[in-house]
């Protein structure tokens, strides 16, 4: 006998049964009907072509619906996340080094502060200075040494509501820190736009300050490490072609505000004449 039953083909595979069984059900002509031009099992196969088309448009829109729920998991423009991840990594932003970055900023200001207000942070900008930076919510006032990883004032006890930890400053840090913050001010009330100060001239500030420290005036390389921290801070910006020489940037009038930084110069030069007399004495 002669079998009419072709082998195996890809429908048998979909449907799950054997194409014998597809052509006896195409014979047998179960809801099938042949127009005269094909046969009954082409109609068959017709309709599962049909059935397996339609699985596959259903499959696609899955995916298509999948790929739309992940696209508005959130509800802040690509832009804006690009900035609040530089943010959230760096801690600030100035428009002098990052001026998209900072003019993208203020064009989202409203939506990142939202998102940072959910884990305790606070968006502190400053437009015309061109200076935006991240501080935690829990400290009562935001111009302290508490941005951007400095603080000099305590954070709230409970540390586990802020993503800033607590921070305390050597002595030696918050001398450069005031000896900035007071080049810094003078300049600036000259009609200086950009402040910049050399190796030198910051050793000759601190000069005053050396009998209350552990640093000698001579000791440049441990001032230089210190002030590469100051670079990674954002509080001094590195200038091109120019080894001993940066630009004190605007963060250092939130790092160390004015009345602060009249009242330490005061405390520690009181403390610093005193240790002179002490040496004084002792060598008499």
């Given amino acids: 006998m002669t079998n009419n039953t072709p082998p195996n083909s890809f429908f048998s595979m979909v449907t799950g049964k054997s194409d014998r069984a597809l052509h006896d059900e195409g014979n047998q002509g179960n809801s099938l009907v042949s127009d005269g031009s094909g046969t009954s099992g ?9 059935d ?10 899955q995916a298509l619906i ?21 943010l959230m990594r760096q801690g600030s932003i100035l428009a002098l080094q990052k001026p998209k970055l900072f003019e993208q900023l203020c064009r989202y200001e409203l939506a990142i502060r939202k998102h940072l207000s959910e884990v305790y942070l606070q968006l502190v900008l400053d437009q015309k200075s061109g200076v935006a930076f991240v501080a935690s919510t829990t400290s009562d006032n935001v111009e302290t040494i508490e941005d951007d990883g400095l ?23 918050t001398l450069i820190l005031l000896a900035l913050r007071k080049h810094y001010q003078d300049r600036e009330a ?10 030198e001239r910051l050793e000759s500030y601190l000069t005053p300050f050396l009998p209350i420290t552990d640093h000698a005036s001579k000791d440049r390389k441990k001032l230089l490490a210190r002030v590469k921290e100051m670079v990674k801070r954002k509080v001094l910006s590195t200038i091109r072609g120019e080894e001993d020489r940066y630009e004190i940037t605007p963060i250092i009038r939130y790092v160390v505000n004015a009345s602060f930084l009249e009242t330490m110069l005061a405390e520690y030069s009181a403390l610093a004449q005193e240790e002179l007399n002490k040496i004084s004495h002792a060598g008499e």
Wanted: glycine share 6%.
């Fill in 42 to 50: 082409d109609s068959l196969q017709k309709s599962l072509e049909g």
């Fill in 52 to 61: 397996f088309e339609n699985q596959s448009l259903e499959g696609d829109g």
């Fill in 66 to 86: 999948t790929d739309s729920v992940k696209s508005k998991d959130s509800d802040m423009p690509h832009d804006a996340r690009r900035v609040l991840v530089h």
């Fill in 151 to 173: 603080e000099d004032e305590a954070l709230d006890s409970d540390e586990s509501a802020t993503l800033i930890p607590k921070r305390t400053l050597s002595l030696f840090d």
């Fill in 190 to 199: 000259a009609g200086e736009q950009k402040i910049t100060i050399d190796i």
